[in-house]
């Protein structure tokens, strides 16, 4: 199957710093990424839908200057936490789709801590 | 939008017992219903899906039932193992064509299988 690979699996961060966040399909050309954040034994909640070389489309109530998404190539879409604060602290995931397939393959997740 | 309801929202079973979970949708017009596992720290991954013009489908020791009627969907584990211990999400999805839409997720079952 397709291979989404997310990088870093964990990163700890002093507050006020940014922090990126890579998705890659490894496999497979990805026309649409997702960016989902997930807190403790909660479910996957969407942040923002990425189009390569389009802007993203973000959820309501997420703010598109604090968390920055690009997806510049048709394997790579990055999410930068910019002053990250304690509260931004979460598992962040993202998810690829290409047209010829329906399925959505997920990375292994970011693990976020902001100090 | 999609408003997917999931329960339980944890079910401990006896390894070897059968273990059912259940989903709602709201959208009568979600026609994609996957399944995900996820263990610990690690991002979903697609264990079955189900298109709505199906009624059941079946990959061993899973299977899926859709009721589009009644808008409810259901996972099946049978023979169940230690290691099928993992958070499980159901999610909802318009599909056109062969392009996937938004996926919106119920909140997860923590399953736990008892040696």
């Known amino acids: 199957g397709a291979v989404v690979s997310q990088h870093p699996s964990r990163v700890i961060c002093k507050s006020g710093t940014s922090v990126k966040i890579e998705c890659r399909s490894l496999d497979f050309q990805a026309t649409t990424m997702f960016w989902y954040r997930q807190f403790p034994k909660q479910s996957l909640m969407l942040m923002a839908t990425s189009n390569e070389g389009s802007k993203a489309t973000y959820e309501q109530g997420v703010e598109k200057d604090k968390f920055l998404i690009n997806h510049a190539s048709l394997t790579l879409s990055t999410l930068t936490v910019t002053s990250a604060h304690p509260e931004d602290s979460s598992f962040y995931i993202c998810?690829?789709?290409?047209?010829?397939?329906?399925?959505?393959?997920f990375g292994q997740g970011t693990r976020l801590t902001v100090v | 939008g999609e408003n997917v309801e999931q329960h339980p929202s944890t079910l401990s079973v006896q390894e070897g017992d059968s273990a059912v979970i259940k989903c709602t949708y709201s959208d009568s017009a979600s026609n994609y219903f996957p399944w995900y596992k996820q263990e610990l720290g690690k991002g979903p991954q697609l264990i079955i899906d189900i298109r709505s013009n199906v009624g059941e489908k079946k990959d061993q020791r899973i299977a899926v039932t859709l009721n589009k009627t009644a808008k409810h969907f259901s996972l099946h584990i049978t023979e169940t193992q230690p290691e099928d211990s993992a958070v499980y999400f159901c999610?909802?999805?318009?599909?056109?064509?062969?392009?996937?839409?938004?996926?919106?997720f119920g909140r997860g079952t923590q399953l736990t299988v008892w040696p």
């Open positions: 998810s690829a789709t290409r047209d010829s397939n329906t399925e959505a393959f």
């Open positions: 999610a909802a999805s318009k599909r056109r064509g062969s392009t996937l839409g938004r996926l919106y």
